[in-house]
C-alpha cells in the first residue's frame, strides 16, 4: 500500500512512493527462541521508499494505538494485496481500535508540526501546513463520527467529511493545486483561513491530549486470534531450504 502523500492526496511532481506491507514468516522461523527483526527495509532510491512490518508488530501497535497500520489498510493506493486478509484486518481494526489513542496520536502529530514549523506564520514551509492540517482534520473528523476510532487517511476524503468554511476549503485547495505543479512550494506566510484553522482546531483538540483509554474488553484475544489464524494461512510451513 502507499502510506505517503500521494495516497494522502497532496502529491508533488517528485514525490517519492511510499510503499508499505505487513508480512508473515515461515513457520520455523516464526516458532523459535530466536527471532529476526521484525521490520523490512529496503536500500532508499530517488523514488522508492520501500518497508514493512511482520504482522506481530503491526498487531501490538494497533492495539497502542498506532495509527500508521490502519492507514494503511484504508489508503486509496494499493500495489499488491489479499483482499481478503486486508479487509479482516480492517475489521479487526474496527473492532479494536482505542478512540482516546488515535485521537492521542493525531494530537501529536498536529502538535509536533505546530512546535516545528508553525512558530512563525509569517514566514513557514508551506508544505509543512499539510502536515499540520491533516491531523487536525483528522480529530475533527473523529469529532463529527463519535462511533469511530478510524479517520480515512486521504485528505481531501477528510475535508469532505466534516464541516469547514469555504474560506478555508478554497486556501487548502489551492495549496493542493500548487503543490501538484511544483517541486518545491517554497517559504510564506500562512494563509489567513487557515492559520485560523489552525488555530482553533488545536485548541479544541486538547481534549485528545490526555483522554483516557477506553480499549474493548476483549481485544487483546481478538488480536492474539487474528494472528494465529492468519500466520496458518499465509506463512509457508517450511523454508525452501528445509523442503525434501
Known amino acids: 500500500m502507499e502510506s505517503g502523500s500521494r495516497a494522502w492526496g497532496f502529491p508533488s511532481p517528485d514525490s517519492d512512493y511510499d510503499c508499505r506491507f505487513v508480512f508473515v514468516r515461515a513457520v520455523s522461523e516464526t516458532f523459535t ?18 518497508n514493512g512490518w511482520e504482522l506481530s508488530k503491526a498487531l501490538k501497535l494497533l492495539l497502542k494505538g498506532n495509527v500508521v497500520v490502519v492507514e494503511w489498510l484504508t489508503s486509496p493506493l494499493t500495489y499488491q494485496c489479499d483482499t481478503d486478509f486486508r479487509e479482516a484486518f480492517l475489521k479487526l481494526g474496527n473492532e479494536v481500535a482505542d478512540r482516546a489513542l488515535t485521537g492521542r496520536h493525531y494530537y501529536h502529530l498536529a502538535a509536533n508540526q505546530l512546535d516545528r514549523f508553525l512558530t512563525t506564520p509569517d514566514l513557514v ?28 487517511m486521504n485528505f481531501p476524503a477528510l475535508c469532505a467529511g466534516v464541516p469547514l468554511e469555504s474560506s478555508v476549503i478554497d ?39 490526555d483522554g483516557p483509554e477506553s480499549r474493548r474488553p476483549g481485544s487483546e484475544r481478538l488480536v492474539d486470534d487474528f494472528w494465529r489464524i492468519w500466520s496458518h494461512r499465509l506463512a509457508p510451513a517450511m523454508l525452501p531450504a528445509e523442503l525434501p
Open 33 to 50: 527462541l530466536f527471532p529476526e527483526r521484525d521490520v523490512i527495509e529496503t536500500p532508499l532510491t530517488s523514488i522508492l521508499d520501500v
Open 125 to 152: 514551509p508551506l508544505k509543512k501546513l499539510f502536515y499540520a492540517l491533516r491531523p487536525l482534520t483528522a480529530l475533527k473528523w473523529l469529532d463529527e463520527n463519535p462511533s469511530s476510532a478510524i479517520a480515512p
Open 171 to 209: 486556501a487548502i485547495q489551492a495549496l493542493i493545486v500548487r503543490k501538484a505543479e511544483t517541486r518545491e512550494l517554497g517559504e510564506g506566510p500562512v494563509p489567513t483561513p487557515i492559520l485560523g484553522f489552525l488555530a482553533t482546531e488545536f485548541s479544541r483538540a486538547q481534549i485528545w491530549r
